[in-house]
């Protein structure tokens, strides 16, 4: 199987820095990979996601780096706000036929203090 | 357009006892997910299904856990007898394609 190991598992910011979040893979084979932003009591969200063919992909404030060769991935969220407080999860998808398994990371619970 | 569906949010029993959950994914998403997702823990794959077949299987544990979808639409997972192990939130997923997964809010279960 595939295992995703992400860092780090807490980060408080100040309102408008940015943060980080990087997540490493181990399966070459693995060809996309989703953030997701996990509220309490809620389901995770998708909020931006990158394929094996792409090395970055930006969407307003969060972006997404991909680094086949080293087998890491990294979230950047800028000018952070109070609402950007959650838990962030990595994932991997490992390319298997048919099969759309996702592996996860253990989360990054992000802290943005006012 | 509606998100993923799931019933009961909460549900609390004892050890041994059985229990069931239900989803309805996003319309025309013909690919269904079961995820558990232990306290501080990433959410892991328990069932894939495609339509009515199941596609990944392989990590559910089916000496009591067993899942349906029926018509190819709504989905039950059920596990029977619990253990107190089980305690986790089971999340359902939907996609149209084989990349983007839609998440459902979740199912607390709390095994006592």
């Known amino acids: 199987g595939e295992n995703v190991e992400q860092h780090p598992s807490t980060l408080s910011v100040q309102e408008g820095d940015s943060a980080v979040i990087k997540c490493t893979y181990s399966?070459?084979?693995?060809?996309?990979f989703p953030w997701y932003k996990q509220e309490l009591g809620k389901g995770p969200q998708l909020i931006i996601d990158?394929?094996?063919?792409?090395g970055e992909k930006k969407d307003q404030r969060i972006a997404v780096t991909l680094n086949k060769t080293a087998k890491h991935f990294s979230l950047h969220i800028t000018e952070t706000q109070p609402e950007d407080s959650a838990v962030y999860f990595c994932?991997?998808?490992?390319?298997?036929?048919?099969?759309?398994?996702?592996?996860f990371g253990t989360g990054t619970r992000l802290t943005v203090i006012p | 357009e509606a998100g993923v569906a799931q019933s009961p949010r909460y549900k609390i029993i004892e050890k041994r006892q059985s229990v069931a959950f239900w989803c309805n994914p996003i319309s025309g998403h013909a690919t269904l997910y079961w995820y558990q997702q232990i306290l501080g823990q990433g959410p892991k794959l328990l069932i894939q299904?495609?339509?009515?077949?199941?596609?990944?299987d392989s990590q559910l544990p089916k000496d009591r856990f067993s899942a349906e979808r029926l018509k190819g639409v709504d989905s039950t997972l059920k596990i029977q007898p619990a253990k107190l192990e089980d305690s986790a939130v089971y999340l359902c997923?939907?996609?149209?394609?084989?990349?983007?997964?839609?998440f459902g809010p979740g199912t607390r279960l709390t095994v006592t």
């Open positions: 997923a939907s996609s149209l394609v084989t990349y983007e997964q839609y």
């Open positions: 399966d070459s084979a693995s060809n996309y």
């Open positions: 994932a991997a998808r490992l390319h298997q036929t048919g099969a759309n398994n996702l592996f």
């Open positions: 299904f495609q339509n009515n077949g199941v596609v990944d």
């Open positions: 990158i394929r094996s063919n792409v």
